[in-house]
């Protein structure tokens, strides 16, 4: 079955940087757009990123251009998220996406804290 499990969250200071990683198993990742979500607590999920199949074309939301990088490693199935620039709204869960066969699949998320 899909699964995903991601990973690297955690409590960083404002203008630092994470990497949050995802790794894929259950499905041919490398034939999937992939995408990354956060949620804030009592809110809906918001899209952060999306790629392609090849890597080549990415999609980010407005207030994390330039700050955030999607990418994804097709041999080993797993898909990264660079954040830089971090900021105390960044704070949430962040959480790995694919749909496949008109189904989405999340993983448990990871909490992402910025804070001084």
């Known amino acids: 079955q899909v699964q995903l499990v991601e990973s690297g969250g955690g409590l960083v200071q404002p203008g630092g940087s994470l990497r949050l990683s995802c790794a894929a198993s259950?499905?041919?990742?490398?034939?999937?757009?992939m995408r990354w979500y956060r949620q804030y607590p009592g809110k809906e999920r918001e899209l952060v990123a999306a790629i392609d199949t090849t890597g080549r074309n990415t999609y980010y939301a407005d207030s994390m251009k330039g700050r955030f990088t999607i990418s994804r490693d097709n041999a080993n199935s797993t898909l990264y998220l660079q954040m830089n620039s971090l900021k105390p709204e960044d704070t949430a869960v962040y959480y790995c996406?694919?749909?496949?066969?008109?189904?989405?699949?999340w993983g448990k998320g990871t909490l992402v804290t910025v804070s001084s």
């Open positions: 259950g499905f041919t990742f490398s034939s999937f757009f």
């Open positions: 996406h694919v749909m496949r066969d008109g189904i989405n699949y």
